[in-house]
Structure formats: structure tokens, C-alpha cells
């Protein structure tokens, strides 16, 4: 059965730092991957999502970034975090067009 | 770009009355799925329509897409304790097939 996993599950960050956050797909190939914000325990706002190995497609302009460097795994980042960073992160996948999206469990950042 | 507005964003219900959320896409839709994101949880899919005017039931739950693609909701009879959450409404397609956009969420609080 697919599974998926991201970690880690809170992050508490200096103004400034950086941040890398890795969400690990298994049991399936060629996965379609998104990262997901949600602040204020509300709307999830769509960061960047992928299609493939190296394609990222980025959905609001900031100082965060993604990268897919193998097919089941993908990583959002920042160099310099921003107090407007804080908030819950969501990895997600899906087998393609038109099906379901399963959720990791995500991370809690908190950037002090 | 596509927009999916969602409402009311809370609604707060005796157990055993009734609970209906609206969704509305500025565009026509491909497919429209509903998750439901218990506190502190991550979002978990509970169904998706397709076709113009379907109309699917679990259990208590019913789901209708309208006849042009472009709004939905979700109905819940009877309330019960366990329905606390926040329901997503989600919109597929409208330019992008890969791109699956989120409604703000109705958060639903049930007093016993």
C-alpha cells in the first residue's frame, strides 16, 4: 500500500534561517507532488506542486522553494526564513489527473 | 487564475440538525472532490464528483455538483459530535488538470 511521510512534525525557527522540509512517497511510481500552507488553521494555499523528477511548478512568489531531486521524494526550502513563514506545511500526492490527494501529516513551523 | 470560494466559513449546530456547505469555481471545473480536516489533523478525502448534476451520498453525507460544473456542496443530516471538522471543497481542472484548488473551509462545531 502507498504510504506517505513527512517530516519533521513541529519546527520552531530563528527569523533568518534556513529550512528544509522532505516528504518521502511509497509504494507508488511517478507520483504527482504538492506542498500545501495553511495558516491560522484555515485555507490551504497552494505552493508549489510537480509532476515529475526536477519539474516544479511554484504557485505564489516568495522566499520558499522546492525541489524533487528522485521520484518519490520531495523537499520545500527557504534560505532565510520570514515571520510570515510560520504555519502548517502539507505534502501531498496523487497517481494523476482527477484522483483523490493523500495528505502527510505535516509539519508545524513556528518562525520566532 | 481559478478561484473556489467557500461558505459559510463556520457553522455551529446542535447534534441532530443539519449542515450544508457551498462551494462556488470561477471557472468551470473538470472534477470537484470534498475533504474533511479534523482539529489538529491533516485534510482526508471523502469523495469526488465529475459529471453535471451528480449527486452522491455516504451516509449521512450528501454531495451534488451543479449542472455547470462551476458549484457544489455538501449536506449532512443529523449532525453528530464525530462531524466536527473543517470541509474542504477542492476544484480540478480550469486551465491546469494538475492544479487542485481549495476552498477556505467551512469549520463545523457541534454542541452534544
Known amino acids: 500500500s502507498q504510504t506517505i511521510h513527512q517530516w519533521p512534525a513541529t519546527l520552531v525557527q530563528p527569523v533568518g534561517s534556513p529550512l528544509s522540509l522532505e516528504c518521502t512517497v511509497e509504494?507508488?511510481?511517478?507520483?504527482?507532488l504538492y506542498w500545501y500552507r495553511q495558516a491560522a488553521g484555515r485555507g490551504l494555499q497552494l505552493l508549489f506542486y510537480?509532476?515529475?523528477?526536477?519539474?516544479i511548478s511554484s504557485e505564489v512568489p516568495q522566499n520558499l522553494s522546492a525541489s524533487r531531486p528522485q521520484d518519490r521524494q520531495f523537499i520545500l526550502s527557504s534560505k532565510k526564513l520570514l515571520l510570515s513563514d510560520s504555519g502548517f506545511y502539507l505534502c501531498?500526492?496523487?497517481?494523476?489527473?482527477?484522483?483523490?490527494?493523500?495528505f502527510g501529516n505535516g509539519t508545524r513551523l513556528t518562525v520566532t | 487564475g481559478q478561484q473556489v470560494m467557500q461558505i459559510p466559513q463556520y457553522q455551529h449546530v446542535q447534534e441532530g440538525e443539519d449542515f450544508t456547505t457551498y462551494c462556488n469555481s470561477s471557472?468551470?471545473?473538470?472534477?470537484i472532490q470534498w475533504y474533511k480536516q479534523r482539529p489538529g489533523g491533516h485534510p482526508v478525502f471523502l469523495i469526488q464528483?465529475?459529471?453535471?448534476?451528480e449527486v452522491k451520498k455516504q451516509k449521512r453525507l450528501t454531495f451534488q455538483f451543479g449542472e455547470a460544473k462551476k458549484n457544489s456542496s455538501l449536506h449532512i443530516t443529523a449532525t453528530q459530535t464525530t462531524d466536527v471538522g473543517t470541509y474542504f471543497c477542492?476544484?480540478?481542472?480550469?486551465?491546469?488538470?494538475?492544479?487542485?484548488?481549495f476552498g477556505k473551509g467551512t469549520l463545523l462545531t457541534v454542541n452534544p
Open positions: 501531498a500526492w496523487r497517481t494523476g489527473q482527477n484522483s483523490p490527494l493523500h
Open positions: 509504494g507508488t511510481s511517478n507520483p504527482n
Open positions: 510537480s509532476v515529475g523528477i526536477g519539474q
Open positions: 471557472t468551470t471545473l473538470s472534477n
Open positions: 464528483l465529475v459529471k453535471s448534476g
Open positions: 477542492a476544484g480540478g481542472g480550469g486551465g491546469s488538470n494538475y492544479k487542485l484548488t
